[in-house]
């Protein structure tokens, strides 16, 4: 890609922001965006931070029929000496560029989405909550604009770069979920498109959680699209479970998202010494070690809760309580390590927290 400049033109009116307790999740935005165009001409271009507005687009732009596009998901924190740190993000914008490849879209620079997201950060820092557990919630996305109703590949695209300031997940302390375990509908199979971060498999994912929030559940335990028998993810977070002292967690096989959390959650147990195995586990296994008083923790793994502990399955008719429906040791270990390198108040052994606005820019 070329050199590029992004262009910054700040808005003229600052929206007052918000007081924490009416932060909830994805609901404000900030002041700025940032947003690059795509043409099979110019490749990857004119990149600029604007004030936060609409988006105007053909109607007949490939992303309204055919859903070609692909999000991230990722977030900021403030530590109490005001600094500004971000967790992985390189990971992020590698994930990207590999659902990019999946959805035929074409890959972006890592590094200088990288540099765009800090500068966009930079310019609406004062909108990062102070809270504890708050964050800025960053949504990097790239829609299909090409006006044409055939199915093909879009000529043209927008990389955008929007940020909404979020509460804490937990207002009153992490808290176990209940959780469905869905044997009709499927998330996704091998060689669909489940390993990337694209709108059509959550909105595939619609049904399910809508018939599981019905019941009281608040999230499906999604199982394989084929046999309806190994254990894939949980909503949209990956999944682990505690079975006489083993950790486990489904191996990558395609159809699961490669979780940044789940990659730490793995790295971190690993460095304290746990045993942690990355394998098939089909549900019946879950089952019977709950049977044998062997299922000894369940929790899921994400970016917007962290971590997620799981204080109930329902399965063929069956309560399966786990930890009587309390948050397991793990799981809590995990939650407190992960906040507090991301929030800097622990130490990061594997240097995983990047500071917004250290580094000398690249020339
Ligand atoms: C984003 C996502 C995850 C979690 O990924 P993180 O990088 O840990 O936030 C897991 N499963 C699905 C389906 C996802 O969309």
């Known amino acids: 890609m070329r050199e590029q400049r992004i262009q910054v033109n700040l808005s003229t009116e600052r929206k007052p922001k918000p007081q924490t307790d009416q932060l909830g999740f994805g609901k404000i935005f900030t002041d700025h965006m940032f947003v690059m165009d795509y043409t099979d001409e110019l490749g990857w271009h004119d990149p600029k931070i604007i004030p936060y507005q609409p988006l105007t687009l053909d109607p007949a732009s490939m992303i309204f029929h055919y859903g070609q596009t692909v999000f991230e998901g ?6 109490s000496d005001n600094r ?24 972006i620079d890592e590094e200088f989405a990288l540099e765009a ?30 006006p044409f109703l055939g199915v093909h590949p879009s000529s043209s695209y927008k990389f955008v ?9 937990y207002k009153e302390g992490i808290q176990p979920v209940k959780i469905l375990v869905e ?9 669909g498109t489940g390993e990337a971060k694209t709108a059509g498999n959550y909105a595939a994912s619609l049904k399910a959680q809508e018939t599981a929030s019905l019941k009281k559940y608040s999230q499906v335990l999604w199982l394989d699209g084929i046999e309806k028998k190994y254990i894939e993810e949980v909503g949209s977070m990956n999944v682990f479970f505690k079975i006489n002292g083993e950790i486990i967690t489904p191996e990558l096989n395609g159809s699961i998202l490669q979780g940044v959390t789940r990659d730490s959650v793995i790295q971190l147990l690993r460095h304290w010494g746990l045993t942690v195995s990355e394998r098939k586990i089909s549900m019946q296994e879950v089952y019977d070690a ?11 793994t994400g970016t917007a809760a962290v971590i997620s502990p799981i204080g109930e399955f329902f399965w063929n008719d069956e309560q399966l309580l786990i930890h009587n429906g309390q948050t397991g040791e793990v799981a809590k270990r995990l939650y407190h390590t992960l906040t507090g390198i991301q929030n800097g108040t622990e ?3 594997f240097n995983w927290v990047t500071e917004v606005g250290q580094e000398v820019p690249a020339k």
């Open 74 to 79: 990722m977030k900021a924190y403030l530590t």
């Open 84 to 107: 500004i740190l971000l967790f992985r993000p390189e990971r992020n914008m590698q994930r990207l560029n590999r659902s990019n490849d999946r959805l035929c879209i074409p890959r």
């Open 117 to 146: 997201l800090k500068q966009l950060i930079l310019v609406d820092k004062e909108w990062i909550p102070k809270a504890e557990g708050t964050s800025l919630y960053i949504r990097p996305f790239i829609v299909a604009t090409e």
């Open 161 to 169: 770069i929007i940020l909404s300031p979020v509460g804490s997940y």
């Open 183 to 191: 044997n009709a509908f499927v998330r996704a199979v091998a060689g």
């Open 290 to 300: 709950y049977h044998a008083g062997q299922l000894e923790e369940a929790f899921g």
């Open 347 to 349: 130490p990061d052994p």
